[in-house]
């Protein structure tokens, strides 16, 4: 089956590594009347009425230039400016998130350009003085490195790497197996998912499923298996996703970020899905194609 999450990777881009430092080249390439730039305030994006708006690098605003790199013939760039300019308008200017509605359809080809651009925004926005000595940041690169006017020191930019995992229990593929699925504290009613954490210093991938399965609902887990990933820049995460099997199957809800979990067979899962009180994650995640991997087919409804 085809996975919905791998539709916001399926085009990505020549990011063009080698050339971020070649002055000469980036300076044609910005000055190329076909390179289109995306505009990111802070962290944000403001759509036009027809989506999102690449402008021509000569109606781009001065700020921060990050070379995203070429697809189809096309040098394509985000340029970051003083994200204040939010304050007068900021029901206009969209966060990730409320941007993925316009990354839908023929547009959904933008998406790994977008990532792209906003996970490097989010990272100049939140890096902006040395951890080592405190001096400021000042980029280069091509907007990809960040070096302490003080000290000299390089900085670059990092995926915080999460887990994300379907948990099963029960005999595979017959109709008593069931899957775990957990729900937050402020979401809406009938809203589920999979079960996901941040993976911990010195700690396996694996390890970190069974630990965070562990910590929010006090169920063992054995056998660990590679499903995918996903790049989620909100802000900086990496989602690594994964099947696990249960050893156990109480339920001991023990963190405060969890406020119910439950296990769901096929039918269960089908039946509430249908009539809308189980509500399943959106079709861009990775965690609804774990959900759909483990069902076997398409679920009605989302987020």
Request: proline share 8%.
């Amino acid at each position: 089956m085809t996975f919905p999450h791998l539709s916001l990777v399926a085009d990505p881009h020549d990011r063009l590594g080698l050339l971020r430092t070649d002055e000469d080249w980036l300076q044609q390439r910005w000055e190329d009347p076909a390179s289109r730039v995306l505009v990111i305030a802070g962290t944000r994006v403001r759509p036009g009425p027809d989506g999102l708006e690449w402008v021509a690098s000569a109606d781009a605003p001065d700020g921060v230039r990050v070379l995203l790199g070429d697809r189809d013939g096309t040098t394509w760039w985000a340029v970051i400016i003083d994200g204040d300019v939010v304050k007068a308008e900021p029901e206009q200017w969209l966060p990730l998130r409320g941007l993925l509605p316009f990354l839908s359809g023929e547009a959904v080809a933008q998406a790994p350009l977008v990532f792209h651009a906003i996970g490097l925004a989010e990272w100049h926005w939140a890096h902006r003085f040395c951890p080592r000595c405190g001096g400021r940041l000042v980029p280069r690169a091509a907007g990809h490195e960040l070096v302490c006017v003080d000290c000299g020191k390089a900085q670059f930019p990092r995926s915080d790497p999460a887990v994300i995992m379907l948990i099963a229990a029960g005999e595979p593929g017959t109709p008593e197996e069931r899957c775990l699925l957990g729900r937050g504290r402020t979401w809406p009613e009938g809203r589920f998912s999979t079960l996901a954490g941040f993976c911990e210093p010195g700690e396996s991938l694996e390890d970190a499923v069974r630990r965070e399965v562990l910590e929010e609902t006090g169920v063992v887990v054995g056998d660990v298996t590679y499903f995918g990933n996903q790049p989620w820049p909100l802000p900086s995460s990496l989602m690594l996703g994964f099947h696990g099997r249960a050893l156990t199957e109480e339920i001991r809800l023990e963190d405060a970020d969890v406020e119910d979990a439950r296990w769901f067979t096929r039918e269960q899962m089908r039946r509430e899905a249908e009539d809308g009180s189980l509500v399943l994650p959106g079709g861009v995640s990775i965690s609804r194609s774990l959900v759909e991997d483990w069902y076997g087919g398409v679920l009605p409804g989302s987020w």
